[in-house]
């Protein structure tokens, strides 16, 4: 049996004792005027609630509910009529149990049975008030938020303690308790309230915020449709549900008194076209990450800054890809993300775009790790990960394209002009610059002695003008020297790299045995 069958079943036997759950739908009037005579709340700093502060850019949440015209969005709040209906179901239990019991012992000719009667009418007292209470209240608390007025109003009772205020003195509040396991709860409450009143601490059912991120992002969504000066968060959920009201011309009445609500059918329609405009975001995006001789990080935040909200996620997700890849490929190769950046950029410029992007859209990809739950990089789902904020610290710094041509022109010298010609020099210049560079270095060594050591092999001849200053074999062991070096740390990083051609090895002993190696006659 389902969820939604033992709802059913409950309510067939709740419905003819107490009636069907009225729904007292507010007047959507109440929103056009203030509320006068208020004063501030009280004792506001003994709420358990933490209070929530929305987010400047915010991607991921969970579904939430979408009572809106685009014009005024109403929310549900907790209510005393499930409390009523279910303490009267217990309380009827309670008195069936001690009935049944008295008319047990009644058939038994037992003498003592009155006492169980009187305990079923002191039992059915208490139901019959709840049961009262019951069928006079219903769902009439609500809060209406009108993005036309800018005014929130808190209604109450049919409109008889109805408040309304400006947008600006609502708070919003999230707080975990204890209930069948962790479950959380979410609250609006305005500074201001009636005279008679402490405050409206009100707990709303907008969604389910299992953190206080989360509760953040239903905040922010609120927050970013009171503002008028911008257009509607185009958030998913919210999204669709507008492109289905405007679709059939529903209005708020269709959707609250008259019940109309999308069909899966429906729904699946407008997903498969926002999936598609969403597409469209994320190949521009691409766009802009491909685009080697333009690139830059400033762009690419304004891109997505800009985005419509239901494509934030996917767009969020596709930069964040590229980033990651971009810190992997610099921190264990020292490289470019592909060979259009190499020739188009320097290291230096690449760098420093690459941390703005870091420090930019790392938080929020974290967030939006935090808010799905994800705390480590294995989690992570769709290709999105964790984000480390700080990894090109020890990477980019101002003046870092200096220092390798510096370390180049260094290494130039002592591989190809002869007189500087000198394995320990190279090897001691290898070892002193910082490891970044050093591995912008270690592949043009490398590349230059496996040349060289094949050369020497193949030919049995040193690289052309050598032989004019230094001897064969004064050649051969400054080569033998740099082979061992660098062949090993080639060696290490192929077997690291799970490198199955064994072509990429380099043979350690090539040059063991000069004698074998032809010298090339003229």
Known sequence: MSNQDDLDWIDRIENPIMGKVKTRWPDWRCTQEFTPDTRPVRKTEKLRGQKVEPLAYYGHHTPFTTKTDGNQWVIKTSNK???????????????????????????????????????SLICFIPALYWIIQARRHGEDKWVVFDRRTGNVCFWDKEGK????????????????????????????????????????????????????????????????????????????????????????????????????????????????????????????ADGLMEDAENFSASALIDFYKNTPGYAKEGVLTTISIFILHGISSLKRSSLMRGLGFMESLTMEVYCREMCKLIQFFGPLVNADMAAKGKTKEEEGEEGQFLVDLNALDDIYYEGMDADIETMLASYKRMMFEVEHFNADSIIELYQNTPSFIANILERRIISQVELRVRYMVESGDMMFGFEEWITREVYCEELKKLLQFFGRINNVQVERNRVKDPSRYMDLHALDDLDAIPVRSF
């Open 161 to 284: 303690r109805s408040l309304t205020v400006p947008f600006e003195q609502v708070n919003c509040y999230w707080t975990p308790v204890f209930r069948r396991g962790l479950s959380h709860n979410f609250y609006f409450m305005p500074m201001v309230n009636l005279p008679n009143e402490r405050h409206r601490w009100w707990q709303v059912y907008m969604g389910f915020p299992s953190d206080y991120a989360q509760a953040q992002y239903y905040w922010s969504v609120i927050t970013a449709f009171m503002d008028n000066s911008k257009p509607l968060p185009m958030v998913a959920g919210l999204y669709h549900h507008l492109i289905w009201m405007e679709r059939n011309g529903y209005t708020l009445d269709d959707i609250t008194h008259g019940g109309k609500s999308a069909t899966e059918e429906e729904l699946y329609e407008i997903f498969e076209e926002v999936e598609a405009k969403i597409e469209v975001e994320k190949k521009k």
């Open 81 to 119: 009529v499930i409390a009523y209906r279910a303490y009267a179901l217990i309380a009827l239990f309670i008195t069936m149990i001690w009935f049944s019991l008295y008319l047990f012992a009644l058939y038994h000719g037992e003498k003592d049975s009155l006492g169980m009667l009187y305990l």
